[in-house]
């Protein structure tokens, strides 16, 4: 199992360090090395939260996702993503910003780290708000009950999580981008625009792919055989139990484009701290790459052995993190803040949600069993 779902992250890995081996000597695959190991425990929660939607889908998707989606996450966020933004920002042609890049590694970082204030807003905006949804959400079992119990009955207020979001963006603009360390000079708009823009995305993609999973549940209840429901069915989710039927059609591509721009949204504080080990872009797209492959095999196997049933608040503390690594993005807008703290808040936070699982589990007496009534369970944290 465990060589089925890691294989080709292993074998990726040993090309990849043996490439850079070749390419730059021992200093380059000792740094690729570090990179990898950066992206894995900066986005440890990010593959439990990938989990807890992968699951919903059914094979083919969960395949689209390892293939068309790693390539989306390897070349398109830690290679591509980089020089779309010199590009932009530099106002110049992707061909010109791709020669800078290779050949003035020096003004092509400080040009990315300029545009940091952007991507932090944009970033920790919509991380901010898939925090909000869940915490607001009312829930079978609860971890900080004495924090989940009281925001599940404030999260009935319609938009609440909007209002909150836009309010944490506007104290942000108005206090952390006024004389911001990257670039210098007022940010105040450029945070603004890019944190509405986060926001927007996550508004549009999200209620998209809502709406058609809604549609879908909806379809089944009836007894339907829409489009959706029809190649739904087509094929099981591979999640331990193997009885689940996977969402497939438009809901499952909406819901792979969530995916996919939560990825993207994770990578961001990954792509920049990048820049603090190297500048060299085909250094940091296989370091990150073979990162990425790992957390990308970590969410199959979760998702596989069926980990977020049997430890019911590990999804909890995969959205706390998500909340620490918004705010850290927000905080970044103006100050340094290094990603051995974002890294091991998150592992933190994952770590604990995980032990309060097994102690609950304990308790009940049937360790990693969660087949029975789900009735509100608190872990006493």
Do not use: C
């Not at 969960?62 to 932009?88: N, S, W």
């Not at 050949?103 to 952007?118: F, G, I, R």
């Not at 009281?150 to 979001?165: E, R, Y």
């Not at 706390?320 to 918004?326: E, S, T, V």
């Amino acid at each position: 199992m465990l060589l089925k779902t890691f294989g080709w992250s292993f074998a990726i890995t040993v090309v990849g360090l043996v490439v850079a081996g070749v390419l730059w000597g021992w200093q380059g695959l000792a740094i690729v090395g570090i990179l990898s190991i950066l992206e894995i425990s900066l986005s440890f929660d990010n593959a439990v939260i990938n989990a807890g939607i992968l699951r919903k889908m059914n094979a083919f998707w969960q395949k689209i996702f390892l293939t068309v989606g790693i390539l989306i996450a390897v070349f398109g966020m830690r290679l591509v993503f980089p020089v779309v933004i010199v590009a932009i920002t530099a106002k110049l042609g992707p061909i010109e910003a791709v020669k800078l890049a290779i050949n003035d590694k020096a003004h092509y970082q400080e040009l990315v780290t300029s545009a940091h204030p952007a991507i932090a807003a944009f970033g920790g905006i919509f991380l901010l708000m898939i925090f909000l949804d869940f915490i607001f959400e009312e829930r079978d079992y609860k971890w900080l009950s004495w924090i989940e119990k009281p925001m599940a009955k404030m999260g009935k207020l319609d938009m609440l999580s909007v209002i909150i979001a836009l309010v944490v963006l506007l104290v942000s603009a108005m206090t952390l981008a006024t004389d911001v360390a990257h670039g210098g000079g007022d940010k105040t708009a450029t945070v603004l625009l890019a944190g509405v823009a986060g926001l927007i995305t996550y508004l549009v993609v999200g209620g998209i792919s809502g709406y058609f999973e809604d549609k879908l549940d909806e379809d089944d209840e009836d007894g339907e055989d829409g489009e959706e429901s029809e190649a739904g069915a087509a094929a099981p989710v591979a999640n331990g139990a193997g009885s689940a039927v996977g969402l497939a059609g438009k809901a499952a591509f909406f819901m792979f484009l969530y995916l996919e721009v939560i990825d993207a949204s994770f990578s961001f504080d990954g792509v920049i701290g990048a820049f603090a080990i190297t500048n060299d872009i085909f250094m940091m797209a296989l370091g990150l790459g073979i990162g990425a492959m790992y957390i990308r095999s970590l969410t199959v196997f979760l998702v596989r052995k069926g980990t977020l049933d049997d430890y019911v608040y590990l999804e909890h503390g995969a959205h706390y993190a998500i909340g620490a690594l918004a705010v850290i993005l927000l905080i970044t807008i103006r100050y340094e803040v290094s990603e051995v703290v974002t890294g091991l808040i998150g592992i933190v936070l994952i770590g604990l949600s995980f032990a309060s699982s097994v102690v609950r589990n304990r308790r009940e007496g049937k360790p990693g069993d969660t087949s029975g009534t789900k009735a509100e369970v608190t872990s006493g944290v």
